[in-house]
């Protein structure tokens, strides 16, 4: 399937913006928290995002019903925020977008994934603080 070059540069901007943000929202203001994280609503979506991206993405695999998940959705839309430009943080609800658990073999949530040129570079499973994101991010590598 193709994609027109200005609908991938609409779905990614409108993505950056905040367009597709976790919330459903538009974004508000630069660096809002909530608006930081994409909600991945298709596999589509994903794909597209990927391929365009020109920085490191961070893809948190998670659920609706797993409490480790609900805690640690702000610490990485904080992350996301403080971070700007630098990196883009993608949120997966797994049973929304089941095949891009089975994708990545997500047998745990919420498992979140470094994707650097589109391919994974880290990953680790489990609700983990402001600054274990901080220094697991930096290192590259799975703790």
Known sequence: MRIPIASLLAIFTAALLGG??????????????????????SVQQFD?????????????FNASWCPPCKQFAPVLARFAADHGGAVT???????EVRELGMRYRVEALPTVVRLDHSKEDARFVGAKGAEDLDAWFASGRSP
């Open 89 to 95: 943080a993608l949120s997966v609800d797994v049973d």
């Open 48 to 60: 597209t995002l990927v391929a365009a991206s020109t920085t490191p993405l961070i893809v948190d």
């Open 20 to 41: 597709c943000a976790e919330d459903g929202a538009t974004a508000g203001g630069a660096g809002a928290p909530e608006k930081a994280v994409v909600h991945i609503t």
